[in-house]
């Protein structure tokens, strides 16, 4: 009985920890898409009002900017990760 | 001393470097001849990701397409560093977990099928082949200019010690070497990067200084660097800088390809395994993403400070004034850099009206056609500027000291070789040790291992060189055709291994067949049959391509077809076994990560 619910807990904490970083890895690629695809290309318009040295926000995003946020992101996600794996037990020795 | 000796003795001192470092920590068995051991730090592991994936596409090619073409090509910078939060998210940590050497050995056991295994090594010849061919014409533009040879011969040369380098290396002497390849590469961009910056900004860091104020309008005042080089290219009747030309679909498929492909490509995802823990898999990429984005938050100055500097060469009196005289460029010591090009081919103009000036526009512009008879142009005289000279030539353009120039040939040919090494590896291990080893021969010795790997080196880059004597683009858009290839078979494998446990051996296999021959025959039939020019029967353009689609953005669809083929395929048969499903949970948790094993 008592193993039965050890193994039974283990499995439900597995996939909470599963279920808790895909939330984790939609979040970021939601953010990921939006610099480089919607403000870098098909959101620049929406920017044009923004100045930015010679230029607009969209032109930075798309050469600088989104850049700067997937280095952001991925950080973010090593960190974040590492508290989670903490969270759950499931990290290594 | 003069430019071609400081040249000699940049290039020969980096090479004593990295051969000494390579003799120093030799491979020994063949387990560190793939992986090095596994006793890499993070930040290590990062400094020779950079080097192993910056090569002569991102060094010596991409700030010129950018310069040329202006933001269209901002794909380039978002396509191939978005790639690493991909790679970080959702594969490096899974594939570390896993434990074992090689993308292919991964794709066997998860659809547990030597077929799928098969396949995945198939798509990784094809697409690391493809990605060497890009890197031999960078490799033929670095050793034409630094030897003052033909492009031809410099290939030629270039190709015999790109192949004694990766036969010599392994990849533990590649770890390290890679290490100083980096520090030699990141100073050869960013040394002369900031030189110019502060010639025409006064910034010296050129990632703003892209966005500052420029002193160089010949006393026009001061205006923004990027305003400027808007007006005299569009005075000069070529499309404006910084708006966009190009539609969004095929600017959004190209950036999907390039990012996916990233994270598809067997020698960056190797990088992966040999970090001690699932932990630092996911630092790791962090960091290599940081060294990465030194050299491509750079690149976009290089290309538009070089383009404002060419510009104002072609036409030192301004876009009204007259051109540069022939008789200048053959004479006046700042435009020593055309003559030293020329003579590798790259290079070229023509007097065609017989006016002794040259005259540099764009002739197929409508609104420069009334100008130029007006005037009594006869077409552009600049008749041929390589895109891929534009980074080697940059600190001749901007007349630097003779020592940045040694500088960059150094780091130009870092780069060109790092990568083509890197990749020899993944393809020879691909050969001997997931064909021969794991299928064809399983009984061979590591003696007999080790020697076919460097017969499938031997093989791949005659072939790459071969085909790098009439390439398919210039080093960056061939380049960026591997990532299409990479992005359409191996990246959704890998990612539907790890994020369902549904798709099966069926799927996997039908979907990265799919994925690769629909993307391999639209390249062909746009780019020709095997490359070979002439035999394609669409023009590479997106009006006269068949989807209205460019091959270079091509793998993006490839991708959703193999995603979507190989879902279908499983959903329609049997489900995985159990023990599949095991391992499929036991890859998404880290704890239990020893060190990988060999089988």
Not at chain 2, 128 to 157: C, D, H, K, P
Not at chain 2, 389 to 402: D, K
Not at chain 2, 432 to 454: F, I, V
Not at chain 2, 495 to 524: D, E, P
Request: hydrophobic content about 50%; charged content about 10%; aromatic content about 12%.
């Amino acid at each position: 009985m008592a193993e039965q619910s050890t193994h039974a807990k283990a499995a439900e904490d597995g996939a909470g920890y599963w279920a808790a970083n895909v939330r984790i890895i939609v979040i970021s690629l939601i953010i990921w898409a939006l610099v480089s695809f919607g403000f870098g290309i098909l959101l620049r318009p929406l920017l044009s009002g923004f100045a930015v040295g010679g230029t607009d926000l969209g032109f930075w995003f798309a050469q600088q900017g989104s850049i700067l946020v997937f280095l952001a992101l991925i950080f973010f996600y090593a960190w974040r990760m590492n508290r989670l794996d903490r969270e759950y037990g499931v990290e290594e020795d | 001393m003069d430019q071609f000796t400081l040249n000699l003795l940049f290039v020969g001192a980096s090479f004593a470097l990295y051969i000494g470092i390579a003799v120093w920590a030799r491979a020994g068995s063949t387990s560190e001849f793939y992986a090095a051991g596994r006793g890499v730090h993070p930040v290590t592991n990062g400094m020779a990701t950079a080097a192993d994936w910056m090569s002569a596409a991102s060094f010596i090619s991409m700030a010129g397409l950018i310069a040329f073409t202006g933001y269209d090509n901002s794909s380039f910078l978002m396509g191939w560093t978005g790639g690493y939060v991909l790679l970080a998210l959702l594969l490096a940590p899974y594939l570390r977990k896993f434990g074992k050497f090689t993308v292919s050995e991964f794709i066997g056991d998860r659809f547990y099928s030597p077929t799928a295994r098969m396949v995945a090594v198939i798509c990784l010849i094809v697409a690391s082949t493809t990605y060497v061919i890009g890197q031999m014409t960078g490799v033929g533009v670095a050793f034409g200019r630094f030897l003052e040879i033909s492009n031809t011969a410099g290939l030629l040369i270039g190709a015999c010690v790109v192949f004694a380098y990766a036969v010599f290396g392994g990849m533990k002497g590649v770890t390290y070497t890679q290490v100083a390849q980096y520090v030699v590469l990141i100073m050869a961009y960013t040394i002369p990067a900031v030189f110019i910056s502060l010639q025409l900004t006064g910034t010296p860091i050129p990632a703003l200084g892209l966005f500052s104020e420029t002193t160089a309008t010949g006393g026009e005042g001061s205006v923004y660097l990027l305003t400027k080089l808007d007006q005299i290219v569009t005075d000069l009747g070529f499309a404006s800088y910084t708006e966009a030309h190009k539609d969004n679909l095929n600017m959004v498929l190209f950036t999907l390809s390039l990012m996916i492909g990233t994270a598809g490509l067997p020698h960056v995802i190797m990088r992966f395994f040999t970090v001690p823990k699932v932990s630092d898999a996911r630092w790791s990429a962090g960091w290599a993403l940081v060294f990465i984005a030194l050299l491509y938050l750079t690149a976009p100055a290089v290309g538009a400070m070089a383009r404002l500097n060419i510009t104002n060469l072609m036409w030192p009196n301004g876009t009204g004034g007259d051109a540069v005289a022939v008789q200048t460029i053959e004479t006046a010591p700042e435009y020593d850099w055309m003559l030293t090009w020329q003579k590798t081919g790259l290079l070229d103009w023509e007097d065609k009206n017989g006016d002794g000036l040259i005259q540099y526009y764009n002739d197929g512009s409508d609104a420069m056609a009334e100008k130029a008879a007006a005037n009594g142009w006869e077409g552009n005289e600049l008749t041929n500027f390589n895109r891929d000279i534009l980074v080697l030539a940059n600190p001749e353009i901007a007349n630097l000291p003779g020592w940045v120039i040694g500088l960059v040939a150094a780091g130009g040919l870092a780069a060109a070789l790092s990568t083509a090494a890197g990749l020899l590896l993944a393809i020879s291990s691909a050969v001997s040790h997931d064909l021969l080893k794991g299928q064809l021969t399983p009984n061979m010795s590591e003696k007999a291992e080790l020697m076919s790997a460097r017969i499938a080196m031997a093989v791949a880059i005659g072939v790459a060189t071969f085909l790098g004597l009439n390439p398919p683009g210039f080093a960056a858009q061939t380049v960026a055709l591997a990532f299409g290839l990479a992005a359409a078979s191996i990246f959704p494998a890998l990612m539907m291994g790890i994020f369902s446990k549904r798709v099966n051996n069926v799927g996997a296999v039908a979907g990265m067949l799919s994925g690769l021959i629909f993307t391999l025959v639209y390249i062909f039939l746009h780019k020709g049959w095997l490359f070979i020019a002439g035999t394609n029967s669409f023009p590479d353009t997106v009006d006269g391509s068949l989807f209205g689609i460019q091959s270079t953005a091509i793998g993006a669809i490839g991708a959703i077809i193999n995603f979507g083929v190989a879902y279908g395929v499983s959903m329609m048969t049997k489900d995985t076994p159990q023990e599949i499903k095991d391992l499929v949970e036991s890859v998404r948790i880290p704890a239990g990560a020893g060190t990988a094993v060999d089988h």
